[in-house]
């Protein structure tokens, strides 16, 4: 097997997907590893430290000519127009891995199957015990979660934690954390480190306990929560009439926090809006707010992707790709996400091997043999079921 790792090409996005410490055992199954050169370089990872670990350098064609596995960051389809040129580098010889955005961008699923490529999606890494050390998305929402609050105490012009001073008192910052997955949970904690008051809130009911073990309080609001829960253990979409009850009664808290980190996304569908222009305005001037959802539109009305804005007095951060501002540590948990769903995928001879009868393996899989496979994006492209499943196959 011939593993290669192409420079990203998309701006900001810093991270490697894999690490110099990676490589040696990759090389101990009998893979040859080859890197673009440069690829590590923004992540800290320099070309010697591959070299020296045991990796080839190359140019990025090289890379797509030799490779049987091709692991980035960001493939094709989550690289956006930045991707585009490598579509046609590929062949029905790639399996490529990382973050593909398949339900955010289904044509480009539709480009890579017609060339006959095997894709594999970080993103749909499914929530189960033994996918725990692959899951790429928990682990970039640990690094988002917690630089939302370091830019939010950097930009708040209030210290967070309570101070007793020979000058008087200082009262703790009031943050609010919206939607309590890992992203959050880590916004609690990281908060809660600063020594700020945190109430959180999530439309799932059965984190509450998580929540109040972080030292957090949870704000209760008398909403059907039903069927909050969706696949994965991801909140379910819910309808604008559950938004608007939702907006008004989660008002009065938003009213009285100096900082709102909100989470609430929701896969392959834009943001449900929570905190509007209104509510904005109704919060203490200097407050902040930091919209970890802004990539898909944002949890607040006002939010602007990859931009900060002032608005009532509030600043508003609209961050899409934390985890690329800290590429070293991201680098290091991405890499280990990959080499993990590798090993699973790998049989003894040292041979990739899809087998869709794999519970991790049929979740994970986009396209292969040249086909769309995954259900929900054939439905989204207007494609028919497929008859039976796509067959076990070795390839490389």
Known sequence: MVIGIPRELQPGEDRVALVPASIPPLLKTGAQVIIEQGAGT????????YTTAGARLATRDQVFAEADVLLQVRTPGAAGVHGTADIERLSSKHTIIGFADPLGSPETARSLASRGVTTISMELVPRITRAQSMDAL???ANIAGYKAVLIAATTLPRLFPMMMTAAGTISPA???????GVAGLQAIATAKRLGARIEAYDVRPAVKEQIESLGAKFVELPLDTAAAEGQGGYAAAQDESFYRRQRETMARVVAHSDVVITTAAIPGKKSPVLITGEMVASMPPGSVIVDLAAERGGNC???VADETIVAH????????????TVPFHASQLYAKNLTTLLAHLRNKEGTLVIDPADEITREILVTHQGEV???????????????APVAAAATA
């Open 301 to 303: 009305e006002l939010t």
């Open 42 to 49: 923004r992540a800290g990872c320099p070309d010697e430290a």
């Open 138 to 140: 928990s682990s970039m």
């Open 174 to 180: 009031r943050v609010f954390v919206i939607g309590a």
């Open 313 to 324: 007095g509030v600043t508003i951060h609209g961050p899409t790709n934390l985890p690329a």
């Open 373 to 387: 496979v995954a259900p929900r994006l054939r439905d989204a492209l207007g494609l028919a079921p497929l008859s």
